[in-house]
């Protein structure tokens, strides 16, 4: 805040700004994330004529990165840089592509993308995953299926993020054979499939109802050596209960607690070993699961 006390000083006095004086004080508003004096230093660098570089704009950009509501904020900053001449390179887009990402703006991200590809902007995994994530919280299942396809064209190999919210988006979406597909790719290339990917997968083919392909995915979740986290756990038990399979949705509790997973929180799971243990006759077992949780 001392820079931008002593930028205002100089105004005070007469002394006329150059571009490095308005170029540092942008970046210092925008350090501290005060976006409306990154701005205000902004227009007026511009109103005095001053030469602003890219490393203005993405500051400006960066101090908007993180608020919900600002991302018009940051469409308009990211669009007076291109109408100015400047050509946006990969820091500026992919805080563009954050702000938008963070702000569920997947439309806003896929055209911020568009602009990168026709003005030559060279892209990288971080800008490549933003937007897949973008993707997944605008449940665009279809547009992050498109996007890993052009990322591999385009010789920019995803990683198990990218991966990640493909297969989250087709989740949520509930697209369990394209979930199932992505995860069955990860194995045969770089990235391999973490926790989170066979959450993803496991949720989906238990919301479903795909006990069959659940049972699969325990089972290579285990082979792979990869230690499963109370989701996994509450995902698998709740879809062997859906089939009644209670002995199955037991063990796999118990197999949490022997591991040390912790279960708090995760009803679903109990309620799913409770409702099998009672429809299958097992009315003891039932009050047992209840005392549990």
């Not at 509930?174 to 993803?200: H, K, T, Y």
Request: charged content about 20%; glycine content about 12%; some cysteine.
């Amino acid at each position: 805040m001392q820079v931008l006390g002593i930028y205002t000083a100089m105004g005070l006095c007469g002394i006329r700004p150059t571009a490095v004086s308005g170029g540092v004080a942008v970046a210092a508003a925008a350090g501290v994330r005060q976006w409306p004096l990154a701005l205000a230093q902004l227009h007026q660098s511009r109103r005095s004529s001053l030469g602003l570089s890219i490393v203005d704009y993405t500051a400006n950009l960066r101090a908007c990165d993180g608020k919900q509501l600002h991302w018009m904020r940051m469409l308009s900053i990211f669009l007076d840089m291109v109408d100015r001449g400047l050509r946006p390179d990969v820091v500026a887009c992919g805080a563009a592509l954050s702000g938008c990402e963070k702000s569920r703006q997947w439309r806003c991200a896929l055209g911020l993308l568009g602009e990168m590809r026709a003005r030559l902007a060279e892209g990288n995994l971080i800008t490549l995953n933003s937007l897949a994530s973008a993707c997944e919280k605008g449940l665009q299942w279809n547009h992050a299926l498109r996007l890993l396809r052009d990322a591999r064209d385009g010789g920019l190999g995803p990683d198990a993020v990218t991966f990640n919210a493909a297969i989250s988006a087709c989740s949520t979406c509930q697209r369990w054979p394209e979930s199932l597909g992505l995860l069955r790719e990860m194995p045969q290339g770089s990235p391999r499939p973490d926790v989170v990917s066979f959450n993803a997968v496991i949720t989906s083919c238990e919301r479903g109802l795909r006990w069959e392909r659940t049972a699969t995915l325990w089972r290579d979740l285990r082979v792979s050596s990869t230690r499963p986290s109370a989701i996994t756990f509450g995902a698998a038990a709740s879809a062997a209960g859906s089939v009644l399979l209670w002995e199955g949705v037991a063990a796999l509790l118990e197999g949490a607690r022997l591991g040390g997973v912790s279960l708090s929180g995760r009803s679903h799971a109990l309620n799913a070993e409770a409702s099998a243990c009672d429809r299958g006759g097992a009315w003891e077992a039932a009050l047992g699961c209840l005392g549990r949780g």
